[in-house]
T-cell receptor, first 116, second 114 residues
Framework: DAKTTQPTSMDCAEGRAANLPCNHS???????VYWYRQIHSQGPQYIIH???NNETNEMASLIITEDRKSSTLILPHATLRDTAVYYC?????????????????FGQGTELSVKP | ETGVTQSPTHLIKTRGQQVTLRCSSQ?????VSWYQQALGQGPQFIFQ???????GRGNFPPRFSGLQFPNYSSELNVNALELDDSALYLC?????????????FGPGTRLTVL
């Protein structure tokens, strides 16, 4: 079972920031938070990941609370092309070689609709 | 640097047949993971190959099998196809050096079983 909880759906106006929350209250100290998104019928696209510090890249920012029990993915200026299902995944940082290979466990994700 | 590619894009088979799906890893990656995504669901982990050996398996029966080749490309084979095997099959490649490895996904193969 997925170790994260996300809202089923969210709307965002084009040009505004999209803030996608994720709860991971049972996260362990050696687990990263990963975000992927999936545009209809395409393969999931990696967005960003972090351990405990806030992270930023060219796609998004990831804000992780100090207790690491929740996080927020921020798309600073959402466009229509950001409409997708966003998955928040908790994953062990250093998967042992012979232990499920650090598999990604996907939940239902958040369906983000960016509207004109 | 080339991304992850998969072939074929779409495939139609009948129940009881066998199918082989192919995946070419991103350049420099040594690990391939396969996922099955049923309509309306998130992807589910099938198995992973690291240095040509299976390295972890999800809750899938033995009729799902795979191979990884010396060039790190991979195949997913499914025998005795069932209607419920209809899904999008995704492969993801990553570079394992120690520490966390990020998986990058291909576009998927849409399998329809009639």
């Amino acid at each position: 079972d997925a170790k994260t909880t996300q809202p089923t759906s969210m709307d965002c106006a084009e040009g505004r920031a999209a803030n996608l929350p994720c709860n991971h209250s049972t996260i362990s100290g050696n687990e990263y938070v990963y975000w992927y998104r999936q545009i209809h019928s395409q393969g999931p696209q990696y967005i960003i990941h972090g351990l405990k510090n806030n992270e930023t890249n060219e796609m998004a920012s990831l804000i992780i609370t100090e207790d690491r029990k929740s996080s927020t993915l921020i798309l600073p200026h959402a466009t229509l092309r950001d409409t997708a299902v966003y998955y928040c995944i908790v994953r062990v940082a250093s998967p042992p070689v012979y232990n499920q290979g650090g598999k990604l466990i996907f939940g239902q994700g958040t369906e983000l609709s960016v509207k004109p | 640097e080339t991304g992850v590619t998969q072939s074929p894009t779409h495939l139609i088979k009948t129940r009881g047949q066998q199918v082989t799906l192919r995946c070419s890893s991103q350049s420099g990656h040594n690990t391939v993971s396969w996922y099955q995504q049923a309509l309306g669901q998130g992807p589910q982990f099938i198995f992973q190959y690291y240095r040509e050996e299976e390295n972890g398996r999800g809750n899938f029966p033995p009729r799902f099998s795979g191979l990884q080749f010396p060039n790190y490309s991979s195949e997913l084979n499914v025998n005795a196809l069932e209607l419920d095997d209809s899904a999008l099959y995704l492969c993801a490649s990553s570079l394992r050096l120690g520490g966390t490895d990020t998986q990058y996904f291909g576009p998927g193969t849409r399998l329809t079983v009639l």
